[in-house]
């Protein structure tokens, strides 16, 4: 047993020095990328690559899934709240008094590359030629004048979308809304054999494009700080930020979990709320809320042991995810910002570089801080307000007769006898908006449709009708033309255009 432990030991030993080695080593590398920064790019690069350091060397120290399973237990009751108990309690007279306190926060960093489109994904037209952008600028304008308030938008940039949004802010000056920008972190990515940075100097262009990345939305509560704008909406008096990914067409203000936020039943303020949706299917690998050491804490798929994937994907133990709709207390996150007081788990995200090298950035989830916080709670919301626009298949949905617009809010048509989405699968033919696009003349009725599947060399004609479960399969090398008018309600339509109950 002593030599056992020895030779453990001994392992441990060595491990650590060649940690502290690849520490020393990475260091010694961002100093030289530092060098290369210019004298106005200076701080801030050098904040950005410090923050990449505190975290590569988080990543060095924590090994394997980073929750232990056993600890796992379903949240307390009253944890987590349904939706129906918050709007119960109605809303207040001084309703815009409150409204003033709250700044709207879109995570705006991501590209619209998997749906083949170049530049920010906000920028693409999802419904009437409106932009997930301007839907979100017309929502707060319509709140700002109901209620004559002064909610603000705030859009966390990344360096690959900030100069393309901000080119396109200018056309929303006459609007009532002000709108602020701050960047999300550059970081480098490593190379995943020798652990180094792959960037040789701070640029991203030429041979270097690809060797930056922006660390994930857990980035947020940094980089708001670091840019000062925590403080200046602080000293305006705000007091709430409500947090959404851009693409995500439910996360409109809610003025009911506003008022629970403010007036909090018990007296005690809440500084971080959680909407969590009940899981359908689809949705098995969204991460979910759990009691953990006494805490809320949100576990990810990619912190489950591989032995307890399927459980994890169960949607009778885990019956809720994480819709990334979330309420937090910019006081708290000031205080927890100043005393590094931030606990997020690391996501490594293994990619491989167009030259075919392999490479990992590591990344932190905005929702994985609920547990630094005091009094955190769940908010069951309806489904409604979880809308995201990942691919073109939802692009189809809420483009269609299901839902219908108004003042930037998309919301279920009446006509819809059900309150449930259809389950749209598009085939790669489909995957680019533009090709998209083309293959539909117009977008056909889908109210009363249940399920969609289509692939291959498939075009829809004019005001075509698709009800019940609906199949398109069009073999290799044959097409498949639905003509103008055509209703299919409960058919398969395979290679040679026969049409099957």
């Keep these: 047993d002593l030599s056992k432990a020895m030779s453990q030991d001994g392992a441990s030993q060595f491990q650590e020095v060649i940690r502290q080695e690849l520490e020393l080593s990475v260091k010694k590398e961002l100093e030289k990328i530092l060098t290369t920064a210019p004298s106005h790019e200076f701080e801030h690069t050098k904040k950005d690559l410090d923050g990449f350091r505190k975290l590569f060397h988080r990543f060095l120290q924590e090994k394997g899934p980073s929750v232990d399973w056993g600890k796992i237990q379903r949240p307390p009751e009253d944890s987590i709240q349904p939706y129906e108990k918050i709007k119960a309690r109605g809303l207040p007279d001084n309703i815009s008094s409150v409204l003033n306190k709250l700044v709207v926060v879109k995570l705006n960093g991501g590209l619209g590359t998997s749906m083949g489109c170049k ?13 997930f952008l301007d839907l979100t600028v017309q929502q707060i304008e319509h709140l700002n004048k109901t209620y004559n308030t002064d909610v603000p938008l705030v859009l966390m940039n990344s360096f690959n979308t900030d100069e393309d949004t901000k080119k396109i802010l200018q056309k929303y000056s006459h609007c009532r809304v002000k709108i602020y920008t701050f960047n999300q972190s550059r970081y480098p990515r490593i190379n995943k054999e020798s652990l180094l940075p792959v960037a040789k100097d701070v640029s991203y262009s030429g041979e270097n494009t690809e060797a930056w990345y922006p660390p994930g939305h857990g980035d947020i509560y940094a980089s708001f700080y670091n840019s000062g704008l925590l403080d200046t ?3 305006e008096g705000k007091e709430y930020i409500f947090v959404s990914n851009i693409d995500n067409l439910g996360a ?58 399927d459980e994890f994907k169960s949607v009778s133990k885990f019956k809720i995810f994480n819709t990334n709709n979330l309420w937090i207390s910019l006081a708290a996150v000031k205080r927890l910002q100043e005393q590094n ?3 997020m788990e690391i996501i490594v995200n293994p990619k491989t570089l167009d030259g075919g090298l392999n490479v990992i950035q590591l990344e932190t989830a905005v929702g994985a801080a609920i547990k630094s916080f005091e009094n955190s709670l769940g908010i069951n919301v309806p489904r409604s307000r979880f809308l995201p626009v990942k691919t073109t298949s939802d692009l189809l949905l809420v483009m269609s007769n299901l839902y219908s617009l108004n003042a930037g809010s998309l919301t279920m048509s009446e006509k819809r ?10 085939g790669s033919s489909f995957t680019k908006v533009q090709d998209y696009l083309r293959r539909f003349e117009s977008i056909p009725d889908m109210l009363e449709l249940d399920h969609l599947t289509v692939s291959g060399d498939v075009t829809f004609g004019k005001n ?21 008018g055509a209703v299919l309600e409960n058919k398969i339509v395979s290679g040679n255009l026969r049409i099957l109950d």
């Design 119 to 131: 530049g920010p994904k906000s920028l693409i037209g999802v419904r009437n030629e409106n932009t």
């Design 233 to 235: 909406l602080i000293g």
């Design 252 to 309: 409109t203000v809610d003025l009911y979990i506003l008022n629970h936020l403010m007036n909090p039943p018990n007296g005690k303020p809440c500084e971080f709320v959680m909407e969590v949706t009940n899981k359908t299917r689809a949705d098995v690998k969204g991460g979910t809320l759990t009691q953990y050491e006494g805490k809320l804490r949100l576990v990810e798929i990619a912190q489950v042991p591989k032995a307890h994937v």
């Design 341 to 343: 007081a931030i606990d």
């Design 417 to 426: 006898e059900f309150p449930t989405v259809p389950l749209v699968k598009l």
């Design 464 to 484: 075509v009708s698709l009800k019940g479960t609906v199949i398109i399969i069009a073999n290799h090398g044959d097409r498949i033309d639905i003509p103008p």
